[in-house]
């Protein structure tokens, strides 16, 4: 089944602990992205990246870190977490960038305390 | 920063009836993709619809077709025969101008479906 997969699921954790959240694609898709969603902003881009070791800042990338070391993981970074960086997270792929608009994981609720 | 604006953040509609979702966005391209997406409960993003700015004719998939204006910026979305399964988050999403990898959603519509 073609999809994005994204782990965990639920994560809850400190001020200051380092985490990371993994990212898959099983689609050989070039483009994938990292968004947060919070309530009454909608989904706002974090990462993108177009292809292996090409990333770039999407509208909110301070505190954040991403790596494509390969075409089908996109893992994101959270060096130092704050409680301001609660939040859902969202991992996608695109075959095409915006054009053909983006398969999404299934979220990774966070929680900094 | 692009801006993606939904005006309605809650609407209500019963079953079989039809309901409609606006959307405005700004560009200063002259072809580019639109699209809407569903957010159920479950949290999980669903493309509803992908609208090419060069054609003229509105998209369709299925029950959901999009009520494009092009001079207005405007890309509603329009329901028919609404389900209760229709019942989500609704959300509008646009490239950048410049960028087409930055890609900026509106801050939804919340639709619920009324038996």
């Known amino acids: 089944e073609a ?17 990371t959240v993994t990212c898959s694609q099983n689609m050989n898709h070039e483009y994938m992205s990292w968004y947060r969603q919070d309530p009454g902003l909608g989904l706002r ?27 089908r993981n996109f893992p994101l970074i959270l060096e130092s977490p704050s409680p301001n960086q609660t939040s859902l997270y969202f991992c996608a792929s695109s075959l095409g960038g915006a054009t053909y608009g983006y398969t999404f994981g299934s979220g990774t609720r966070l929680t900094v305390v | 920063a692009q801006t993606v604006t939904q005006s309605q953040p809650e609407m209500s509609v019963q079953e079989a009836e039809t309901v409609t979702l606006s959307c405005t966005y700004d560009t200063s391209e002259n072809n580019y993709y639109l699209f809407w997406y569903k957010q159920p409960p479950s949290r999980q993003m669903i493309l509803v619809i992908r609208q090419e700015a060069y054609k003229q004719q509105n998209a369709t998939e299925n029950r959901f077709s999009v009520n494009f204006q092009k001079a207005a910026k405007s890309f509603s979305l329009k329901i028919s025969d609404s389900q209760l399964g229709d019942t989500a988050m609704y959300f509008c999403a646009s490239p950048e101008s410049l960028n087409f990898n930055k890609f900026y959603f509106g801050s939804g519509t919340k639709l619920n479906v009324k038996p």
Do not use: A, C, H, W
């Open chain 1, 3 to 19: 999809q994005v997969t994204q782990n965990p699921r639920y994560l809850i954790t400190v001020t200051g602990k380092k985490l």
């Open chain 1, 45 to 71: 881009q974090i990462y993108y990246s177009m292809n292996v070791e090409v990333t770039d800042k999407g509208d909110v990338p301070e505190g954040y870190k991403v790596s494509r070391k390969e075409k």
